[in-house]
């Protein structure tokens, strides 16, 4: 049987703390669908198209790893696309009572579906995607903590403001 995981998150932007757990995920499940969720927060910095147009580029050297969008319960996308797994970063300690508390709703929901935590390289271990808005919108440097397209088009938003 393949395994199918799913990495649900916001993306607003993708970090390199995403990219070190999808590529690990990549590596471990058959297939990864990297799945954004639409309309996560009312004033998001990158649209959707963005966002997906961004997770697509990022990630077209790997095969194996699909990105797509999805609303409503994460649960019943999973279900829908017949995936086994959701896939979750957890970063440090701060992270577990959320996590924690979405992995057991998510099981109390539908059973049959595992949630997989996954560590990121140490290096990464501080990066949150509301961090990297708010240092790169202060003027603070963020280059090594997002794929250069990300920096790229951060960038180019402030620019055109
Ligand atoms: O980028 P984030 O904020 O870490 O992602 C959170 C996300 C998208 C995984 C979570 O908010 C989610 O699953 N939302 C979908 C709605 C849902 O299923 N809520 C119940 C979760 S227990």
Do not use: W
């Not at 395994?3 to 499940?29: E, K």
């Not at 319960?73 to 995936?83: G, I, K, P, W």
């Not at 509301?130 to 963020?142: C, D, P, Q, S, T």
Request: charged letters at 25%.
């Amino acid at each position: 049987m393949s395994t199918l995981a799913v990495y649900p998150g916001s993306f607003d932007p993708l970090t390199n703390g995403h990219v070190d757990i999808i590529t690990r995920g990549a590596r471990l499940f058959d297939r990864i669908v990297v799945a954004i969720l639409v309309n996560a927060e009312k004033a998001p910095l990158f649209t959707m198209a963005e966002r997906v147009e961004i997770n697509r580029e990022v990630f077209k050297t790997l095969p194996n790893v699909e990105v797509d969008t999805f609303e409503g319960l994460l649960v019943d996308y999973v279900q829908r696309r017949e995936a086994q797994v959701i896939v979750r970063g957890l970063r440090a300690v701060s992270d577990f009572e959320f996590e924690f508390q979405m992995a057991l709703m998510n099981r109390r929901l539908n059973g049959k579906i595992e949630t997989v935590f996954m560590m990121p390289a140490e290096q990464y271990s501080y990066i949150s995607s509301r961090l990297i808005k708010e240092v790169f919108a202060l003027g603070g440097r963020v280059q090594g903590l997002v794929p250069e397209l990300v920096e790229t088009r951060l960038r180019t938003k402030r620019d055109s403001r």
